[in-house]
C-alpha cells in the first residue's frame, strides 16, 4: 500500500520540486558571501569556506538521502524535506549576526573563522536539501529499466534550477532586493514546494478512497 501511494505523485511534480530545490541551493550559496562579509570579508578564503562546505554537507544529504529513500519512500518524508531545509535556513535570516559575532571575535585567522561561521549557519539546511535528489529518484523509478532515465531527467532538472539560482541571485535579485528579502523568499519557495507535495498526495489519495469505497459498495 504505502509503496502504491508514493506513486500516486506525479512525476511532473517531483520534477518541478526538483528544480526549486536546485534552484534555492544555489541562492543560499551565492548570497554567503554577502551575508558573512561583515565579519570576515569577501576574500578567496570566504569562498573557499562556503564552497566547501556546501559541498560537503550536500555529499552527506546525498548519503543520508539516499538511505533514507530504501526505507518506505513516501511523498509526507520527501515534503519534510523541503520543509525542514526551510525552518533550518531561518537562523541565517534571523540570527546570522549573533552567530558569527563570537566567532569571529574567538577565531583571528578569517580562513578558519568563515569555516567554522559557514559549518553553523549552512550545513545543516543544505544537508537536508542534498537529500531530495536521490529521494526524489526513487520516488520517480517504477522500474529498474526506467531507473537511469529518469535518474538523469532529474539531475539535469535540478542542475539547471541550480544554473537558474545562481544566474538570477547574481545577476538580478542583487539589484532588487535585499539579502534577507531573497532568502526569505527561498524559504517561502521551499514551504511552497513541501505544501505542494502534501496537497498532491492528500487529493491523490483521497480519490483512490472514494474509488475503493465505491468499488466495494
Known amino acids: 500500500m504505502n509503496q502504491a501511494k508514493t506513486q500516486d505523485v506525479p512525476s511532473t511534480v517531483v520534477i518541478a520540486v526538483a ?9 543560499i550559496e551565492m548570497l554567503g558571501v554577502r551575508i ?16 566547501t562546505i556546501f559541498m560537503l554537507a550536500l555529499a552527506l544529504g546525498y548519503l543520508l538521502g539516499g538511505r533514507l529513500s530504501m526505507r518506505n519512500p513516501n511523498p509526507v518524508t520527501y515534503a519534510m524535506f523541503f520543509i525542514a531545509a526551510a525552518v533550518f535556513s531561518l537562523p541565517i535570516i534571523l540570527f546570522a ?30 544537508c537536508i ?16 529499466e526506467h531507473s537511469g532515465r529518469m535518474a538523469g531527467q532529474l539531475y539535469f532538472v535540478s542542475t539547471i534550477g541550480s544554473a537558474a539560482g545562481t544566474l538570477g541571485t ?11 528579502q531573497i532568502l526569505w523568499g527561498s524559504v517561502a519557495a521551499l514551504i511552497g514546494a513541501g505544501c505542494i507535495i502534501l496537497l498532491f498526495n492528500y487529493f491523490l489519495n483521497s480519490v483512490a478512497g472514494r474509488s475503493q469505497a ?4
Request: net charge neutral; hydrophobic share 45%; with cysteine.
Open 214 to 217: 465505491q468499488n466495494y459498495g
Open 36 to 51: 558573512m562579509a561583515p565579519y570576515f570579508g569577501g576574500s578567496q578564503y570566504v569562498w573557499g569556506s562556503i564552497i
Open 170 to 180: 547574481s545577476f538580478y535579485f542583487v539589484l532588487y532586493f535585499e539579502i534577507n
Open 129 to 144: 536539501l542534498g537529500m531530495i535528489s536521490p529521494y526524489s529518484v526513487r520516488l520517480l523509478v517504477k522500474s529498474h
Open 19 to 27: 528544480f526549486v530545490s536546485g534552484f534555492c541551493i544555489m541562492t
Open 97 to 126: 549576526d549573533v552567530i558569527m559575532r563570537p566567532i569571529f571575535l574567538t577565531i583571528d585567522d578569517p580562513r578558519y573563522g568563515s569555516l567554522f561561521a559557514s559549518i553553523a549557519m549552512y550545513f545543516v539546511p543544505t
